[in-house]
């Protein structure tokens, strides 16, 4: 038949990746048999593999709807919408294939990617288990459920994962990647180095381990050898937004220059309401700036925002319902267990992102004695389920935390008497901190609110758990919602918390220092007012600031951006924060 010659055609066109004549085969094909899922199914592959994924998830649609039963325009159609920034969507296409029992390995794996996308750690490993059960042989779902375990705090089940999946297949470039961050967070850097380079032995060509190693230069401080990779992807996939976005950091303004036309051009082709064009706009933004063209940055600030908020929506309702839940569960006539504490002592670093926390870790990582370990998940991620299901958090509890998060720990310097978790999000969690840890110290970073939201306005930050930077609006109400909590812990336990000023440290970081270490029981040392020598590797926003010796540069910057942030400024309530809130 005609039909079958037509289809058969751009089956061979696509294996050819001949995409533009398959996409013109499969057409044909549809014209002649209207009735048949497999054309557009087709139609919908060539379309995503010239990039154009809002077309081809049309075509997809229309298959399904032809044949509901057509499994793979259904996993087709999920991926599609992955790649279009939808997890939640995905997710709701393959539902009925988990429903009927009938999902296989691949789309337990895409429903483990959008379970991932949307924050659902617990389903997300869930799915990330059912893909790896239904496929003993290949490796990514192992790496896939690492990357999970990863997000959950889980370094050494992750680890094991990533190790599991190159056992299987030592040349997995994915896994080679993956693996060097778990690594890094386990102050294995030489390892973590190892791996990278590995994988760019392996596939010179391969964009996310160039990406993966020009960021593990930045994390060292190596910013040269950062710049050189990122240009490498450039190479590699022109108009690429990460490592446009991240050179445009890392250099100067003559340097920068010359990325314009690139972002430009790939403003032109980037899908709207999407973080690869928010990316665009961050770079365009951080490029205009250096020039002096602070109403055109400002512009662009403000769409690449709005593009990050439309992708990662807040509730301020869900916040404000969440933080209610956790204050509730201690007040100060309720009584905690006794619980006996060992050595070594956790220091929990809490505050506001961009609140100067990754400074306060330094200072505290200069010391002998002291592991700085960046910001772990393991607090959150061993609470999550207990939270959400409202379980006590009794002696048995707490012992169950504190078992499984000193296993989560690193191997530590035998010389270690204290180890530093330095997530900021923590300050949620320090009534769960202070029931399992009573000698635990608690460090809350505080600093001028209007320069910690310009510098998240100006932020682009990896994950889900700050999406309210993305819109004024919502950053001012997670700001008050912040300050109320701290009110109530400070309430409960004074003598438990360090309030310090991120303003009082760059004042006198030898002062600063002096009064970390005496709240800690360290004795001070001189290393602890240079923390920009001793530092080591940092994977946060903060990593190129940290480098710098300790400055006072952007106290007070928020005055020359006062009208874009008028927003958050009206937002505030002055009674949770004197002398600032209208």
Request: net charge neutral; with cysteine.
């Amino acid at each position: 038949m005609l039909f079958t010659h037509d289809l058969e055609k751009a089956q061979s066109l696509l294996g050819q990746r001949r995409y533009k004549h398959a996409l013109k085969a499969a057409r044909s094909a549809m014209k002649k048999h209207p009735g048949l899922a497999a054309a557009p199914n087709i139609a919908g592959i060539a379309l995503g593999k010239l990039g154009q994924h809002r077309e081809a998830a049309a075509q997809f649609i229309k298959a399904l709807k032809l044949d509901p039963s057509l499994s793979d325009a259904r996993r087709n159609l999920a991926q599609t919408q992955l790649l279009l920034g939808r997890p939640e969507a995905a997710s709701t296409v393959l539902a009925p294939l988990v429903e009927q029992d009938t999902a296989d390995a691949a789309a337990w794996y895409l429903l483990a990617q959008s379970y991932l996308a949307l924050g659902l750690a617990q389903e997300a490993s869930h799915a990330a288990t059912r893909a790896v059960d239904a496929d003993p042989v290949s490796s990514r779902g192992l790496v896939l459920r690492a990357m999970v375990r990863e997000r959950m705090g889980h370094l050494f089940g992750a680890l094991a994962d990533y190790q599991a999946a190159l056992d299987r297949n030592p040349n997995d470039v994915d896994a080679l990647v993956a693996i060097s961050r778990p690594l890094a967070r386990q102050t294995r850097y030489a390892d973590a180095l190892a791996m990278v380079n590995r994988a760019v032995a392996l596939a010179p060509q391969h964009l996310r381990a160039r990406l993966r190693l020009a960021a593990h230069h930045v994390e060292t401080g190596n910013n040269a050898a950062a710049i050189r990779e990122y240009h490498q992807a450039l190479t590699l996939v022109p108009g690429q937004a990460e490592a446009l976005e991240q050179l445009s950091h890392l250099q100067d303004g003559a340097a920068n220059k010359a990325l314009e036309p690139q972002i430009e051009n790939a403003l032109k082709t980037a899908p709207k309401r999407s973080e690869t064009r928010a990316s665009l706009f961050f770079a365009r933004a951080r490029i205009e700036e250096q020039s002096g063209r602070k109403a055109e940055a400002a512009r662009s600030l403000a769409m690449a925002n709005r593009d990050m908020a439309s992708v990662l929506p807040y509730s301020a309702r869900d916040d404000a319902a969440l933080n209610e839940k956790l204050l509730s569960r201690f007040s100060a006539s309720q009584r905690l267990p006794e619980v006996e504490c060992n050595e070594p002592l956790p220091i929990y670093i809490v505050g506001l992102p961009r609140s100067g926390t990754t400074l306060a870790e330094a200072i505290l990582g200069a010391h002998p004695n002291v592991a700085p370990l960046g910001e772990r998940g393991a607090t959150g991620s061993l609470l999550q389920d207990l939270i959400n299901k409202d379980l006590p958090f009794d002696s048995e509890a707490i012992q169950r935390f504190v078992d499984c998060d000193r296993q989560l720990l690193p191997d530590l310097p035998p010389q270690t008497r204290a180890y530093v978790d330095k997530m900021p999000e923590n300050y949620r969690l320090v009534g769960f901190i202070r029931a399992a840890y009573p000698d635990a110290r608690i460090i809350n970073l505080t600093r001028d609110p209007r320069d910690i939201a310009l510098s998240m306005w100006r932020g682009h930050f990896s994950g889900t758990a700050l999406n309210y930077t993305y819109d004024l609006a919502a950053m001012a109400h997670r700001f008050n919602l912040y300050a109320r909590t701290m009110n109530h812990w400070r309430a409960l336990w004074p003598d438990s918390l360090l309030d310090t000023a991120y303003e009082d440290i760059v004042a006198d970081i030898t002062a600063g220092s002096r009064r970390i270490a005496g709240f800690c029981g360290l004795g001070w040392t001189e290393e602890m007012a240079s923390p920009h020598v001793h530092a080591g590797q940092v994977l946060t926003l903060s990593a190129t600031q940290l480098r710098q010796p300790v400055h006072s540069r952007s106290i007070g910057g928020w005055r020359d951006h006062a009208d874009e942030l008028a927003p958050f400024i009206a937002g505030l309530d002055p009674g949770l924060w004197p002398g600032i809130g209208n």
